[in-house]
Protein backbone atom coordinates (compact mmCIF):
# COMPACT_ATOMS: atom_id res chain seq x y z
CA UNK A 1 0.00 0.00 0.00
CA UNK A 2 1.71 2.89 -0.94
CA UNK A 3 1.76 6.19 0.93
CA UNK A 4 -1.07 8.75 1.23
CA UNK A 5 -1.12 11.96 -1.00
CA UNK A 6 -1.85 13.77 1.91
CA UNK A 7 -1.62 18.33 1.47
CA UNK A 8 -1.74 20.63 3.66
CA UNK A 9 -4.81 23.03 3.23
CA UNK A 10 -5.13 26.00 6.03
CA UNK A 11 -5.50 25.81 9.74
CA UNK A 12 -9.30 26.34 11.24
CA UNK A 13 -10.17 28.50 14.45
CA UNK A 14 -13.24 26.32 14.40
CA UNK A 15 -15.26 24.18 12.98
CA UNK A 16 -17.35 26.43 11.28
CA UNK A 17 -14.13 27.16 9.20
CA UNK A 18 -13.78 23.82 7.63
CA UNK A 19 -14.87 23.02 4.01
CA UNK A 20 -18.79 22.35 3.47
CA UNK A 21 -18.24 20.03 -0.07
CA UNK A 22 -19.45 17.50 1.77
CA UNK A 23 -16.15 15.21 1.46
CA UNK A 24 -15.60 12.59 4.15
CA UNK A 25 -13.36 13.30 7.04
CA UNK A 26 -10.88 11.53 9.27
CA UNK A 27 -9.89 13.24 12.39
CA UNK A 28 -6.79 12.82 14.70
CA UNK A 29 -7.04 13.15 18.36
CA UNK A 30 -5.29 12.36 21.07
CA UNK A 31 -3.20 13.70 24.22
CA UNK A 32 -0.51 17.00 23.23
CA UNK A 33 3.02 15.45 22.22
CA UNK A 34 1.13 11.97 21.50
CA UNK A 35 2.59 11.85 17.82
CA UNK A 36 -0.62 13.01 15.81
CA UNK A 37 1.41 15.20 13.09
CA UNK A 38 4.34 12.51 13.41
CA UNK A 39 1.94 9.74 12.58
CA UNK A 40 0.45 11.98 9.77
CA UNK A 41 3.90 12.42 8.14
CA UNK A 42 4.26 8.61 8.25
CA UNK A 43 0.87 7.85 6.44
CA UNK A 44 1.62 10.60 4.10
CA UNK A 45 5.35 9.68 3.36
CA UNK A 46 6.30 13.32 4.03
CA UNK A 47 7.95 14.24 7.10
CA UNK A 48 6.81 17.60 6.67
CA UNK A 49 3.59 17.82 5.69
CA UNK A 50 2.44 18.09 9.65
CA UNK A 51 4.85 20.80 11.36
CA UNK A 52 6.23 18.42 14.81
CA UNK A 53 7.41 19.78 17.50
CA UNK A 54 9.07 17.83 20.98
CA UNK A 55 7.15 20.69 22.77
CA UNK A 56 3.35 20.04 23.66
CA UNK A 57 0.31 21.92 22.60
CA UNK A 58 1.70 23.33 19.44
CA UNK A 59 -1.17 22.46 17.28
CA UNK A 60 -3.62 24.93 18.71
CA UNK A 61 -6.27 24.84 15.48
CA UNK A 62 -7.81 22.20 13.95
CA UNK A 63 -6.05 21.59 10.67
CA UNK A 64 -6.61 20.72 7.40
CA UNK A 65 -5.51 18.42 5.13
CA UNK A 66 -6.51 17.04 1.78
CA UNK A 67 -5.95 13.52 0.81
CA UNK A 68 -5.83 12.85 -3.20
CA UNK A 69 -8.72 15.06 -2.88
CA UNK A 70 -11.49 12.70 -2.29
CA UNK A 71 -11.52 12.99 1.60
CA UNK A 72 -9.87 14.95 3.94
CA UNK A 73 -7.90 14.70 7.57
CA UNK A 74 -8.74 17.08 10.77
CA UNK A 75 -5.49 16.62 13.49
CA UNK A 76 -7.38 18.32 15.83
CA UNK A 77 -5.19 19.95 19.20
CA UNK A 78 -4.10 17.98 21.56
CA UNK A 79 -6.00 17.19 25.01
CA UNK A 80 -4.14 17.62 28.36
CA UNK A 81 -1.01 19.60 28.52
CA UNK A 82 -0.58 22.52 26.57
CA UNK A 83 1.34 25.81 26.91
CA UNK A 84 -1.52 27.90 25.79
CA UNK A 85 -3.53 30.34 28.59
CA UNK A 86 -6.64 28.55 30.04
CA UNK A 87 -9.19 30.07 27.72
CA UNK A 88 -7.42 29.25 24.71
CA UNK A 89 -8.16 25.60 25.84
CA UNK A 90 -11.07 25.78 27.02
CA UNK A 91 -12.02 27.06 23.50
CA UNK A 92 -10.23 23.77 21.77
CA UNK A 93 -12.60 21.78 24.13
CA UNK A 94 -15.20 23.22 22.89
CA UNK A 95 -14.65 22.96 19.30
CA UNK A 96 -13.89 19.21 19.92
CA UNK A 97 -16.84 18.81 21.36
CA UNK A 98 -19.08 20.22 19.21
CA UNK A 99 -16.79 18.90 15.94
CA UNK A 100 -16.48 15.43 16.94
CA UNK A 101 -21.12 15.58 17.48
CA UNK A 102 -22.17 17.88 15.42
CA UNK A 103 -19.73 17.11 12.06
CA UNK A 104 -21.72 15.57 9.48
CA UNK A 105 -18.38 14.89 7.47
CA UNK A 106 -16.41 13.18 9.78
CA UNK A 107 -16.51 9.55 9.01
CA UNK A 108 -14.31 8.21 11.97
CA UNK A 109 -11.79 9.08 14.49
CA UNK A 110 -8.10 7.71 15.22
CA UNK A 111 -7.48 8.05 18.47
CA UNK A 112 -3.99 8.36 19.24
CA UNK A 113 -2.57 6.66 22.44
CA UNK A 114 0.69 6.48 23.73
CA UNK A 115 1.71 3.05 23.93
CA UNK A 116 3.56 4.10 27.24
CA UNK A 117 0.64 5.01 28.71
CA UNK A 118 -2.60 3.15 27.21
CA UNK A 119 -4.91 3.73 30.04
CA UNK A 120 -4.68 7.47 31.02
CA UNK A 121 -7.78 9.39 32.66
CA UNK A 122 -8.34 11.90 29.45
CA UNK A 123 -8.09 9.18 26.73
CA UNK A 124 -10.52 6.85 28.39
CA UNK A 125 -12.82 9.77 28.66
CA UNK A 126 -12.22 10.44 24.90
CA UNK A 127 -13.52 6.69 24.00
CA UNK A 128 -16.45 7.58 26.43
CA UNK A 129 -17.09 10.49 24.54
CA UNK A 130 -17.18 8.17 21.33
CA UNK A 131 -19.01 5.29 22.05
CA UNK A 132 -21.72 7.78 23.38
CA UNK A 133 -22.04 9.43 20.34
CA UNK A 134 -21.19 6.47 17.66
CA UNK A 135 -18.65 7.54 16.36
CA UNK A 136 -16.42 4.95 14.66
CA UNK A 137 -13.00 5.03 15.93
CA UNK A 138 -9.48 3.37 15.98
CA UNK A 139 -7.18 3.64 18.60
CA UNK A 140 -3.65 3.82 17.24
CA UNK A 141 -1.52 2.93 19.90
CA UNK A 142 1.89 5.46 19.16
CA UNK A 143 5.34 4.98 19.90
CA UNK A 144 4.77 1.16 20.02
CA UNK A 145 8.20 1.05 18.98
CA UNK A 146 9.57 2.63 22.48
CA UNK A 147 7.88 -0.78 24.01
CA UNK A 148 9.85 -4.16 24.56
CA UNK A 149 7.35 -7.07 22.92
CA UNK A 150 5.97 -8.02 26.19
CA UNK A 151 5.37 -4.69 27.78
CA UNK A 152 3.84 -3.72 23.94
CA UNK A 153 1.67 -7.15 24.18
CA UNK A 154 0.24 -5.73 27.76
CA UNK A 155 -0.36 -2.17 26.63
CA UNK A 156 -2.26 -3.77 23.84
CA UNK A 157 -4.41 -5.77 26.07
CA UNK A 158 -5.16 -2.90 28.44
CA UNK A 159 -6.12 -0.59 25.05
CA UNK A 160 -8.47 -2.79 23.92
CA UNK A 161 -10.54 -2.81 26.68
CA UNK A 162 -11.63 0.29 24.98
CA UNK A 163 -11.67 -0.48 21.61
CA UNK A 164 -10.15 -1.38 18.89
CA UNK A 165 -6.38 -1.30 18.64
CA UNK A 166 -3.54 -0.89 15.82
CA UNK A 167 0.22 -0.67 17.49
CA UNK A 168 1.81 2.16 15.34
CA UNK A 169 5.06 3.15 15.57
CA UNK A 170 5.85 6.71 13.17
CA UNK A 171 9.50 5.53 13.63
CA UNK A 172 9.52 1.72 12.02
CA UNK A 173 6.12 2.50 9.97
CA UNK A 174 4.83 -0.94 11.89
CA UNK A 175 0.82 -1.10 11.88
CA UNK A 176 0.82 1.89 8.89
CA UNK A 177 -0.41 -0.52 6.80
CA UNK A 178 -3.63 -1.14 9.11
CA UNK A 179 -4.38 2.26 9.48
CA UNK A 180 -4.11 2.96 5.79
CA UNK A 181 -6.60 -0.06 5.17
CA UNK A 182 -9.07 1.36 8.08
CA UNK A 183 -8.81 5.12 7.06
CA UNK A 184 -9.76 3.62 3.50
CA UNK A 185 -12.83 1.72 4.86
CA UNK A 186 -13.98 4.50 6.67
CA UNK A 187 -14.37 7.09 4.29
CA UNK A 188 -15.81 4.68 1.78
Not at 130 to 151: H, N
Request: with cysteine; aromatic share 8%; glycine share 8%.
Amino acid sequence: MSSLDVKFLRSCPGPEHLPSDGLPEICFAGRSNVGKSSLLNKLSGNHSVARTSSRPGCTQFLNLFSVSGSYYIVDLPGYGYARAPRKNRSEWTGWIASYLMDRVELRGVVLLIDARHPCLPNDMEMVEFLKERGRPYIIALTKSDKLKRGKLASAVAKAQDMGPVIPVSSITGSGIRELKKWIYQAVD
